[in-house]
């Protein structure tokens, strides 16, 4: 039988991920009605991917599931909130089964992990296009805003920067520096790929953090989306930037410029206020200390000899209109 709308969602999207207690009526109705425990409040995010715009058209479908699901829970995670419910509303060209079928299980793997529930959405014909809408979960008054840094807050971020910026840079500019083997290239296309969001590490800094962000844009952009809301400066340290064992064998100057200005890092920038510094490095996270905010209102990033340069607070990520 051929596949129609229903059968599409049916067949793919209406049992795809784990049921939670908390949905009241799921896929299948008008609406999702969902249960919101008293002693919380609902972070929400969305993100549309575009074909050819966020992702390549010939991306494998599995890792596109993934990824489309991995930066709504990134947001989450960056608001301290638990990931809940999602929705999915998604535009493609034709009923491709096999396309289907790999892009409903990237997304629900992921979903899965983090026990978070397709609960609706909405199917069209036309050029791929992906949007989530992300509902998580978050205690009242608990959420990690941009605009609460303080003076003399450390500054973190989790894993490593720049590794998806690399993977880009390779396919769009061609660029293949001679240090890098297969290996690197197959473990910097994941980062490209599969980001994982840092769901769990947000669970653990929460009591100790100021303020936070993700990593979408890279860490000076999104830095800078604190430092502007909080009315701050900061100070960076290039030799803390945590960096992958592929990016180390670069020249140090092209590593500190991906880690630094490539986005599609996905993960979490934080601040610290001095006294929970200790508390936080007891619990031996994937976390790394670039720096500290300063009151005056420009980035200073100090090279490994103390050489100081000094930004603009100006945003130097990706932007779609220019
Ligand atoms: P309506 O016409 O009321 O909007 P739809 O035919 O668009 O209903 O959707 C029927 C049901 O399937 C709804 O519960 C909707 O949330 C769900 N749904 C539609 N598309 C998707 C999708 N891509 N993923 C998950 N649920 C979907
Ligand atoms: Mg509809």
Same mark, same amino acid.
């Given at each position: 039988m051929a596949l129609t709308e229903f059968s599409l969602i049916q067949q793919f999207f209406a049992d795809a991920t784990q049921k939670r207690q908390d949905v009241i009526v799921d896929i299948g109705d008008d609406c999702a009605v969902l249960s919101c425990p008293a002693d919380s409040d609902i972070a929400i995010s969305i993100d549309t991917l575009v074909s050819g715009i966020h992702f390549f058209p010939d991306v494998d479908p599995h890792t596109l599931g993934h990824k489309s699901l991995a930066v709504g829970l990134s947001d989450l995670a960056a608001m301290g909130a638990t990931p809940a419910w999602f929705t999915l509303a998604l535009t493609i060209p034709s009923l491709d089964e096999k396309w289907l079928s790999a892009f409903a299980s990237g997304m629900a793997e992921l979903a899965d992990q983090h026990n978070i529930q397709l609960v609706g959405g909405d199917t069209t014909k036309g050029p791929l296009t992906i949007s989530i809408q992300v509902h998580g979960l978050v205690k009242k008054g608990a959420q990690l805003q941009r605009n609460h840094a303080k003076s003399s807050d450390k500054i973190y971020v989790t894993g490593t920067l720049g590794d998806a910026g690399a993977a880009l840079q390779k396919r769009l500019a061609s660029w293949q520096p001679e240090e890098l083997s297969e290996k690197d290239w197959s473990f910097l296309n994941k980062r490209l790929e599969q980001p994982i969001p840092q769901v769990n590490i947000s669970r653990e800094i929460q009591p100790f953090v100021n303020a936070a962000i993700d990593i979408s844009d890279g860490v000076l952009a999104d830095l800078g989306h604190i430092l502007e809301a909080s009315g701050k400066g900061a100070r960076i340290y290039l030799g803390k930037i945590p960096l992958s064992s592929s990016l180390q064998k670069l020249d140090k100057a092209k590593a500190w410029q991906l880690a630094l200005n490539?986005? &599609? &890092?996905?993960e979490l920038c934080f601040t610290v206020p001095a006294e929970h510094v200790q508390a936080l490095e007891t619990?031996?996270?994937d976390i790394q200390q670039i720096g500290e905010i300063t009151e005056e209102q420009k980035i200073v990033l100090l090279d490994e000899q103390g050489q100081p340069s000094v930004l603009d607070i100006t945003s130097k990520g990706y932007d779609h209109f220019v």
């Open positions: 490539s986005g &599609d &890092d996905y619990l031996n996270l």
